[in-house]
């Protein structure tokens, strides 16, 4: 489990494909002294679990053909940015909101306006997700904690203070990107919940 809110800016630095998976090797400035195999981390908000520490700055993972086809990582190459945070622990504050690390699915940046020194994001969404994503609520965006602004069918819009734009990837994000999105996980258990009612 996760809580959205960023704790370093890594890069890839080694990238293999192979036919039914993919390895890749992350940079991170993180301190890894306590970490061990098997420890989740949130790659741009997908939870991938430590296989190997190849380097004292890196961290390899194994992203398998369900991964690959829900997230951006498909496209992946040595170099790239990405957000970076380990797994919530007990007794840590939750200053985001719960982020599971199970990426939904992809969206792309449809629209980027400046308002003074905050920046305007505006995605669309496939219907499938878009019905999920509310005025007000939360949403991880490669793996960055959001409020919700506005809805208007399959797109939504998020306000990025000075501090996330500095600190996350999501700085770097240009009209027609692709990111990683995870919806509020409790809209997906109400929905599920009302296919039993009365029964």
């Known amino acids: ?32 002294q306590g970490w ?19 380097a004292t700055d ?12 829900l997230t ?23 200053g985001g ?3 599971s690390g199970h990426v939904d699915g992809m969206g792309h940046l449809c ?11 505006e995605f669309e969404l496939p219907v499938s997700l878009a019905r999920y994503v509310v005025v007000k609520g939360s949403v991880a965006v490669h793996g960055v904690s959001l409020t919700v602004n506005a809805v208007d069918e399959c797109r939504f819009s998020v306000n990025l203070i ?16 692709a990111v990683n999105i995870e919806t509020d996980m409790y809209g997906r258990y109400v929905e599920r919940l009302s296919q039993f009612a009365g029964r």
């Open 111 to 121: 629209r980027l306006t400046e308002v003074g020194e905050h920046r305007v994001l």
């Open 162 to 177: 000075p501090h996330t734009l500095a600190h996350t990837s999501l700085g770097q994000l240009v009209e027609g990107d």
């Open 1 to 32: 489990m996760f809580t959205g809110i960023i704790q370093d800016v890594g890069r890839i630095a080694v990238v293999r494909r192979e036919p039914q998976q993919m390895h890749i090797e992350v940079q991170t400035s993180l301190q890894m």
């Open 36 to 54: 061990q195999l098997g420890d989740s981390v949130a790659v741009n908000g997908c939870c991938l679990t430590v296989t190997a520490f190849p």
């Open 97 to 99: 909101h719960m982020v």
């Open 58 to 69: 890196r961290f390899a993972a194994t992203l398998s053909p369900e991964t690959l086809a």
């Open 72 to 94: 951006c990582f498909s496209s992946a190459a040595v170099g790239d940015a990405v957000n970076l945070e380990p797994a919530l622990r007990m007794g840590d504050a939750l």
